[in-house]
Structure formats: structure tokens, C-alpha cells
């Protein structure tokens, strides 16, 4: 099996950053694309930023040039680094893993919690 484990999350002062991190038991290359998504209470779950097996990154537009998406040093890890955080930036943060192109399947992590106060 596949499992994605998220940290890094916690509370920050609007302005601030944070860097999260998301380990895989598989490596990385593996997948088609890895994903950062994010969601708050009574609202649907919305991809911040992604990065494919070609290193292409795509963001939503609230966090394009605040955010960046990038996988590191560590084998089998990716990283979301968020910087000048707003308080809309509060959410819980998964990890996404998807395999395949065509028909495809989605892993996810457990989740890390993000608070950004004002």
C-alpha cells in the first residue's frame, strides 16, 4: 500500500511561513503528479498547488507567488513551502498522490492543520 504522511502545519502570524512536508512510502516519480489540497470546515477540498512527474508546477491563483511546490532532496518527500500567509490560508493541508494518467488513483495523507492568525 501507499501512504502519505503530512507535517509541518501549525500556528503562524499572517505574514509568516510555514514549509510542509509530505513523505511517501513509494517513491515520488512514481506518480504522474503530486499535489498539495486544503479544506476548511463546510467546504469543499481545492488543490493549492501540484507538480508533475515532469516537474511542472500549476497554483491556484490565491496563493501564486506566495507558495511553492517542489520536491527535494528527500527521496521520496514533497514539500510545500507557503510564505506572506493571510489568515484564508487556515485549513486543514493533504497530500495527494495520484497514479496513473488515464484511469487514475488518488492517495491521500491524513491531513496537517494550518492557522494563520491576523
Known amino acids: 500500500q501507499v501512504q502519505l504522511v503530512e507535517s509541518g502545519g501549525g500556528l503562524v502570524q499572517a505574514g509568516g511561513s510555514l514549509e510542509l512536508s509530505c513523505v511517501v512510502s513509494?517513491?515520488?516519480?512514481?506518480?504522474?503528479?503530486m499535489a498539495w489540497y486544503r479544506q476548511t470546515p463546510g467546504n469543499p477540498r481545492h488543490m493549492v498547488a501540484s507538480i508533475t512527474s515532469a516537474f511542472a508546477t500549476n497554483y491556484t491563483d490565491s496563493v501564486k507567488g506566495r507558495f511553492i511546490i517542489y520536491r527535494g532532496g528527500a527521496k521520496n518527500t514533497v514539500y510545500l513551502q507557503m510564505n506572506s500567509l493571510r489568515p484564508e490560508d487556515t485549513a486543514v493541508y493533504y497530500c495527494n498522490a495520484r497514479l496513473g494518467r488515464n484511469a487514475y488513483f488518488d492517495y491521500w495523507g491524513q491531513g496537517t492543520q494550518v492557522t494563520v492568525s491576523s
Open positions: 513509494a517513491p515520488i516519480g512514481s506518480f504522474s503528479a
